[in-house]
């Protein structure tokens, strides 16, 4: 199946589409057994059709798929005997079906056990016939475990009586693999690391030994049996659990460092601190560089106090920053010279109302010196 005006499935959420397909296709009354599968490389949707009775398969975008169905049609064109060749061959591999089992699908896993144990005597033939106590099968465990499975070839798997090999499973994990019950495709050992792996077989071992080996009298330093067997300098030789996949500020597992809930705590704490330090540096800043101003300012007053003249404030240079020297002297100049065209004003505005000449006034001029 496709969509039009699509060539490819990039962008589409395939499996939210195939659980909308099958929601609709329940509800068609010639349909049975619909049951989408979205855990699969292609998700798909299943289903029986009553009138053919055939079963019938829809996936989105599987377009290979249609490739092989015209190489098919192409050599049934070819020659006809190959469509029956390929229907004999298609009854043949059906004519052997596994009993079926009761199922009771979850997330399109299949999470169906016998859980009637009153009935599990009339099924199980092996039922209640190991008589070993609990001694034994702990010993036999470790035994196991530590000498005859190999966990580069094998699965850990609890619904099998055979072993289980990694090769069927297609998991290239060279650690502790282990099928998860119900969810087949999840290898529950994923997230062991090398190190990890390492401590556990190492205290697998020792276990092996303390167990595995008898004795006639406990020592002393020992106050109970369960301090003996179970001291953790001897299973692990006195060595922590490493945390190489652990959070490096918590300790736990199951998140990143970077998404650490104890890290967030304090990066708003710490980034609140840097905020009031911030603030407090700049507003220390702020206080110096007026306190600094108002005391360049009083100088220069009292500068221009004393030499009776009004200094100008330095104006800023092209980078904004103001030199004092060059800003002071070039408002010496500036104030001398608006002294001397003051005079000059002044020179200009006296004029004397005998003789009608500038520079001087009435009582200044030769004539009226002259006349008294």
Known sequence: MTIDGLETSEGLDCIRIIEELARVLKKHSGLRNVLPITTAKVPIVKFFHVRSGL?????????????NTRLLSSYAAIDSRVKYLCYTMKVFTKMYKEPK?????VDGWNVYFFDKIDELPACWSDYDSNTESVGELWLGLLRFYTEEFDFKEHVICIRRKNLLTTFKKQWTSKYIVIEDPFDLNHNLGAGLSRKMTNFIMKAFINGRRVFGTPIKGFPKEYPSKMEYFFDPEVLTEGE?????????????????????PMRRK????HDHEDIKNQ????????????????????????????????????????????TMDTGRDKASRQSAEKWKRQEDRDLRE?????CGREGHIKKECPQYKGAA
């Open 350 to 354: 006296k004029r004397c109302f005998i």
């Open 101 to 105: 089992k009761p199922e009771i699908l």
């Open 55 to 67: 079963e019938v398969d829809i996936s989105l975008y599987n377009t290979l798929a249609l490739h």
């Open 266 to 269: 304090l990066r708003r704490r």
């Open 279 to 322: 603030r407090y540096i700049e507003n220390n800043e702020k206080r110096s560089k007026e306190d600094k101003e108002t005391q360049n300012k009083t100088t220069e007053k009292d500068t221009s106090m004393k030499e009776g003249t009004i200094l100008c404030t330095p104006q800023k240079n092209k980078l904004g920053m103001a």
């Open 240 to 260: 922590l659990a490493p945390n190489d996949r652990c959070c490096r500020i918590c300790g736990k597992i199951g998140h990143f460092m970077k998404d650490c």
